[in-house]
T-cell receptor, first 112, second 117 residues
Framework: GENVEQHPSTLSVQEGDSAVIKCTYSDSASNYFPWYKQELGKGPQLIIDIRSNVGEKKDQRIAVTLNKTAKHFSLHITETQPEDSAVYFCAASIPGNTPLVFGKGTRLSVIA | GAGVSQTPSNKVTEKGKYVELRCDPISGHTALYWYRQSLGQGPEFLIYFQGTGAADDSGLPNDRFFAVRPEGSVSTLKIQRTERGDSAVYLC???????????????FGEGSRLTVL
């Protein structure tokens, strides 16, 4: 089955700096890659997703890139703010066929 | 509008006891998922419902775990003869999609934290 590896497990950045989180996946048939943000005591919330027919997607300060050949995708957060502090999860699936498989998460701390 | 509601938010039980965890999805969402999240880990898939039927239960760890969704709305996750290793946060998510699992946004509840002593 699918295996998703995520790194780093923890990341600290100064407010205003950029943060990058990277994930790799094992099943070349996977073609849906969402990113979820989880705040303390809450359930994960979707922040951005990408499908394999595009290589990059942006939404304000957040962008995701996908390299299908290398089977890796990354989350980029620019101009980080303290409210970006949370745990971020990447995930992968074959839509209609397999459930979302999540990485182990990255705890991002933005230091004011 | 109301999001996914899970009860109880916290459950402490003793080893060997039976527990039920309830999930009330967003109204109109046909797809419902249960995930389990252990400390420091990502959510781990347990079971997926499309309507009333369990379309995929391949993530249930053993036959002590069972889930139902009799009317296609509220779902209950049932755990028999609980073990200490069952301690985790059990997350429920719903989705409006009818295209099968792993498609589109999942709307998660805040989870039920189960502690087995």
């Amino acid at each position: 089955g699918e295996n998703v590896e995520q790194h780093p497990s923890t990341l600290s950045v100064q407010e205003g700096d950029s943060a990058v989180i990277k994930c790799t996946y094992s099943d070349s048939a996977s073609n849906y890659f969402p990113w979820y943000k989880q705040e303390l005591g809450k359930g994960p919330q979707l922040i951005i997703d990408i499908r394999s027919n595009v290589g990059e997607k942006k939404d304000q300060r957040i962008a995701v890139t996908l390299n299908k050949t290398a089977k890796h995708f990354s989350l980029h957060i620019t101009e980080t703010q303290p409210e970006d502090s949370a745990v971020y999860f990447c995930a992968a699936s074959i839509p209609g066929n397999t459930p979302l498989v999540f990485g182990k998460g990255t705890r991002l701390s933005v230091i004011a | 509008g109301a999001g996914v509601s899970q009860t109880p938010s916290n459950k402490v039980t003793e080893k060997g006891k039976y527990v039920e965890l309830r999930c009330d999805p967003i109204s109109g969402h046909t797809a419902l998922y249960w995930y389990r999240q252990s400390l420091g880990q990502g959510p781990e898939f347990l079971i997926y419902f499309q309507g009333t039927g369990a379309a995929d239960d391949s993530g249930l760890p053993n036959d002590r775990f069972f889930a139902v969704r009799p009317e296609g709305s509220v779902s209950t996750l049932k755990i028999q003869r609980t073990e200490r290793g069952d301690s985790a946060v059990y997350l429920c998510a719903s989705s409006p999609g009818t295209s099968g699992m792993g498609t589109g946004e999942l709307f998660f509840g805040e989870g039920s934290r189960l502690t087995v002593l």
